[in-house]
């Protein structure tokens, strides 16, 4: 049990380090040499280091000791904990190890594009660890807490779109920093969700016919495309007929094979094609 905890606490370390790294680089080495908004509560001690020098990762550590506290009820201990660790090592290395990588000094949306898909990876996997870089993260958690149905992409580009509006106006008053600092929100926002959410994504298919096709259709489907279905009693509304209802999750590129073969077995089928963003089970990932 104890090895097992240990090896846990490595991997959380770890990640935290790649991710530390990755946000840090975004932050400092892209975002604050093109001198536009950042998102976050880096973002906000992005304003103070362009307005007076002050530290990066000092001064977001400062300003999550408030933070953390009012929203430490909503977080629980272990998420607590773990984000303690995670505001620590992300504060050094944004002050120690990202200054020693060199600065881009090149087009200013290019450094906005590499800004958001870094910085979104790097919060990506902290995330995915049960764990956050504090500060607005405290925040969108106890937001996500509170509405489960909102996704932290979403949650996130509402946040950091107010902090990036009260970057421009105190700091550069331009509306080209305002619209860079956005796409910088935007693109994290996306490349957090694609990473937590969509990688596995796929479309789900469900298939109303009669019980007399829907044998040889998941035989067609298994034989065919190799994925399994599993099959649902269900009635007509009107007809009060039975129907055997077909559920099958696939992959975007099987959907059409799946379409092709219904309509050949039973033209007479009602088929509804789903979004999917997270499959978990035999044929996509395990957890």
């Known amino acids: ?4 905890k240990a090896l846990e606490l490595t991997k959380d370390i770890a990640t935290d380090i790649i991710g530390g790294i990755l946000i840090a680089v ?35 550590l400062i300003l999550n000791i408030p933070i953390a506290i009012c929203c ?5 201990r272990r998420f607590f904990l773990n984000s303690v660790r995670t505001i620590i090592i992300t504060s050094i ?20 594009i590499c800004c958001g898909v870094l910085s979104g990876l790097g919060y990506a ?21 509170l509405n489960p149905h909102l996704s932290l992409g979403n949650i996130a580009f509402a946040l950091d779109a107010v902090i990036v509006i009260l970057g421009t106006v105190i700091v550069s008053r331009d509306v080209d920093s305002l619209i ?4 910088v929100s935007y693109l994290l926002s996306l490349v957090m969700d694609k990473v937590m959410y ?25 034989e065919v495309l190799g994925r399994g279905s599993t099959i649902l009693n269900g009635m007509g509304s009107y007809s009060k007929d039975d129907k055997h209802i077909i559920m099958c999750a696939c992959n975007n590129k099987q959907m059409y094979g799946i379409r092709k ?27």
Do not use: W
């Open 1 to 4: 049990m104890n090895q097992n």
């Open 26 to 60: 975004g932050v400092y080495n892209f975002a604050a040499a093109a001198k536009f908004p950042m998102v976050g509560v880096n973002g906000i001690a992005l304003i103070f280091y362009q307005l007076f020098g002050l530290p990066i990762g000092t001064v977001a």
């Open 72 to 76: 430490f009820r909503l977080l629980g």
């Open 93 to 112: 290395i944004m002050d120690a190890i990202a200054p020693l990588f060199p600065v881009y000094q090149g087009d200013r949306l290019l450094s906005a």
């Open 125 to 145: 996997m902290i995330y995915m660890r049960d764990s956050s870089t504090g500060g607005s993260d405290f925040i969108m958690m106890s937001i996500k807490a």
């Open 180 to 183: 860079y600092g956005l796409i």
């Open 198 to 222: 969509g990688i596995d994504e796929g479309k789900l298919a469900l298939i109303v016919t009669d019980p007399e096709h829907s044998t040889e259709i998941c035989f067609k489907i298994d």
């Open 261 to 287: 073969l219904i309509k050949t077995i039973d033209p007479k089928s009602f088929l509804v094609i789903m979004e999917s963003n997270d499959v978990v089970g035999e044929g996509f990932k395990d957890e």
